[in-house]
Every structure is written in structure tokens, then in C-alpha cells.
């Protein structure tokens, strides 16, 4: 492969991760935002541990059927599809404060965020190629890192002062990113 070439790889992988890091400084911090809601507005332990597990359930159910279509229909709708998802979940709470919306929210962020990483790791094996594949899959990891660290502690911060709606509000922000540049995107994997 070229040099050049390679060096597009390079930059369209970053990007990518780029994209994945907004969207998953949503997921995590709304995990700690919507736990915290909910058992600030009296909800019980175990009605919180529901909640966090919703963001698992549609993932369990869907994750192959959705490989599937990425598979037939490439990357980029399926990924920007996740992110206006990430991005509806963020907003439900800020715009419908109270328990049966972050239950809904939490659902539609888990299967959102799993519809948009299932395509990232897609996207990030045909962008590494089969000798780099290892490397852009630890990348992507470190990009994930460094999300799961942002996301509690940026939520937790704006939750400390000024309260639950602003969160949310603010990662609402985060999956901009990902959809204008998905939606002005002319590739596809």
C-alpha cells in the first residue's frame, strides 16, 4: 500500500475513534446520571440496577442481527443511526424529567451506542487492514478508555452544580459531532 494511502487510513481511522469517544463519554455519563436520577428521586437500589441493565438488554438481543446488516449495508448509516440514537437518549431526561423516561432512555442509549460500536469495529478492521488490525483495535480501546473516564467525571461535575437536566443537556452535545460528520460523510466501509 502507498504511503499516502496508508496516511488516509491513518487519519480516517482517528477520526473514527474520534467519533466513538464523543459517543461514548455519552453512554458512560449518562449511566452515572441516569443511576444517580433515579435514586435521587427515590428510587430503589434495585430499580437503579434495572436501569443499568437496560443499557445491556437490547445489545444482548441484537448485537448479531445488527452485524448482520452492517455486514450487507456498510458502516456509515448504521453509525449514524447510533449516534441521532446517543443522542435522543441524552435529551429524553433533559427534556422529561422522571422515572419512566429514563428508563426509556436508557434502553434507547444501550441499543443505540451498540448499533454505532458494532460498525466502529467494523470500520476500524477495514481501516487497519489485517497487519495493523491489532493496533487500530487497541487504539479504539484507548480511545474507549479515555471516554470512561471523561464521560462520569464530566457528568458528575455539571450534575455537582448544576443538576441533572444541564447534564444531560451537555451530553447531548457530545453525538453532534459524529452525526454532522456521519451525515456529510460520502464513504462507507
Given at each position: 500500500?502507498?504511503?499516502?494511502?496508508?496516511?488516509?487510513?491513518?487519519?480516517?481511522?482517528?477520526?473514527?475513534?474520534?467519533?466513538?469517544i464523543?459517543?461514548?463519554?455519552?453512554?458512560?455519563?449518562?449511566?452515572?446520571?441516569?443511576?444517580?436520577?433515579?435514586?435521587?428521586?427515590?428510587?430503589?437500589?434495585?430499580?437503579?440496577?434495572?436501569?443499568?441493565?437496560?443499557?445491556a438488554?437490547?445489545?444482548?438481543?441484537?448485537?448479531?442481527?445488527?452485524?448482520?446488516?452492517?455486514?450487507?449495508?456498510?458502516?456509515?448509516?448504521?453509525?449514524?443511526?447510533?449516534?441521532?440514537?446517543?443522542?435522543?437518549?441524552?435529551?429524553?431526561?433533559?427534556?422529561?424529567?422522571?422515572?419512566?423516561?429514563?428508563?426509556?432512555?436508557?434502553?434507547?442509549?444501550?441499543?443505540?451506542?451498540?448499533?454505532?460500536?458494532?460498525?466502529?469495529?467494523?470500520?476500524?478492521?477495514?481501516?487497519?487492514?489485517?497487519?495493523?488490525?491489532a493496533?487500530?483495535?487497541?487504539?479504539?480501546?484507548?480511545?474507549?478508555?479515555?471516554?470512561s473516564?471523561?464521560g462520569?467525571?464530566?457528568?458528575?461535575?455539571?450534575?455537582d452544580?448544576?443538576?441533572?437536566?444541564?447534564?444531560?443537556?451537555?451530553?447531548?452535545v457530545?453525538?453532534?459531532?459524529?452525526?454532522?460528520?456521519?451525515?456529510?460523510?460520502?464513504?462507507?466501509?
Amino acid at each position: 500500500m502507498s504511503r499516502g494511502r496508508r496516511g488516509g487510513r491513518h487519519r480516517t481511522l482517528f477520526a473514527l475513534i474520534a467519533l466513538g469517544i464523543a459517543n461514548h463519554i455519552v453512554l458512560t455519563g449518562t449511566r452515572v446520571a441516569v443511576t444517580l436520577d433515579a435514586l435521587a428521586g427515590g428510587a430503589t437500589a434495585a430499580t437503579a440496577g434495572v436501569l443499568i441493565a437496560l443499557y445491556a438488554f437490547l445489545p444482548m438481543l441484537l448485537a448479531v442481527p445488527v452485524g448482520r446488516v452492517i455486514d450487507r449495508i456498510g458502516v456509515r448509516r448504521p453509525m449514524l443511526v447510533g449516534s441521532i440514537g446517543v443522542a435522543a437518549g441524552a435529551a429524553l431526561p433533559a427534556l422529561w424529567p422522571g422515572l419512566p423516561t429514563l428508563y426509556v432512555a436508557a434502553t434507547l442509549l444501550g441499543a443505540s451506542f451498540m448499533i454505532f460500536q458494532v460498525a466502529t469495529q467494523y470500520a476500524t478492521g477495514e481501516l487497519s487492514g489485517p497487519d495493523a488490525r491489532a493496533e487500530g483495535y487497541s487504539l479504539l480501546a484507548l480511545g474507549y478508555s479515555l471516554s470512561s473516564f471523561a464521560g462520569p467525571l464530566i457528568t458528575g461535575f455539571v450534575i455537582d452544580h448544576w443538576g441533572y437536566r444541564s447534564a444531560y443537556a451537555l451530553l447531548v452535545v457530545f453525538p453532534l459531532l459524529p452525526i454532522v460528520a456521519l451525515a456529510a460523510a460520502r464513504w462507507g466501509c
